[in-house]
């Protein structure tokens, strides 16, 4: 079936470090969504990307999504302990009527 | 304000007892989601509906129920057929079809004993 996939799992890092997670699609997607959540919180949308190569900034969050629409990556430049939480993408699965999570990348930032 | 509320934020139950967890949204939207996290791990889609009195079954549906008699309320019955109801239950909704970022509730935390 369809799969979105994610690396790493966990990542450690000192703060001032940047950060880097992956997002791989087995199929095309027509968008795909990123969604931070803080130990013991709940998911929050952070941004949607839908054009091929389309790149995105919030503050020194980046977003990048492939030319071929199948993968995306969240880059974080200079992490802070705020940044602290699990990072999940997401897109639509082919009939587009439900959103197909990946496993999320566990980020920890030491002060 | 407008939103996602779900209660209770921890609920305790006996093995063999169902439960009910509520879910309740004023962002006028049409679709709604449930999802099960356990420690550590993803999001997994238990039941979804895009409108109202019409729901689908998602990845791990066996041992509950749902039902969507009004567009701002999902309720989730968690039933003693569910072998493993132990987790951390999340409600969400959006816009028609999954295009739409998902908004999500606060959780409501289950222990099962």
């Known amino acids: 079936g369809q799969q979105v996939m994610q690396i790493p799992q966990y990542q450690h890092v000192q703060e001032g470090e940047d950060f880097t997670t992956y997002c791989n699609s087995s199929t095309t997607l027509s968008n795909i969504q990123w969604y931070k959540q803080r130990p013991g919180g709940h998911p929050v949308f952070l941004i949607q990307l839908v054009k091929s190569g389309e790149v995105k900034k919030q503050k020194r969050l980046t977003f990048q999504f492939g030319e071929a629409k199948k993968n995306s990556s969240l880059h974080i430049t200079a992490t802070q302990t705020t940044d602290v939480g699990t990072y999940f993408c997401?897109?639509?699965?082919?009939?587009?009527?439900?959103?197909?999570f990946g496993a999320g990348t566990r980020l920890f930032v030491k002060a | 304000d407008g939103g996602i509320t779900q209660s209770p934020k921890y609920l305790f139950r006996k093995e063999g007892q169902n439960v009910t967890l509520s879910c309740e949204q004023n962002?006028?939207?049409?679709?709604m989601y449930w999802y099960r996290q356990d420690p550590g791990q993803g999001l997994r889609l238990i039941y979804y509906?895009?409108?109202?009195?019409?729901?689908q079954k998602g990845d791990i549906a066996e041992g509950y129920s749902v039902s969507r008699e009004k567009k701002e309320s999902f309720p989730l019955t968690v039933t003693s057929a569910q072998k493993n109801p132990t987790a951390f239950y999340l409600c969400?909704?959006?816009?028609?079809?999954?295009?739409?970022?998902?908004?999500f509730g606060p959780g409501t935390r289950l222990t099962v004993t």
């Open positions: 969400a909704s959006s816009m028609w079809l999954a295009d739409y970022e998902q908004y």
């Open positions: 509906s895009q409108i109202v009195n019409d729901f």
């Open positions: 997401a897109g639509p699965n082919t009939g587009g009527f439900k959103t197909i």
């Open positions: 962002l006028n939207h049409d679709a």
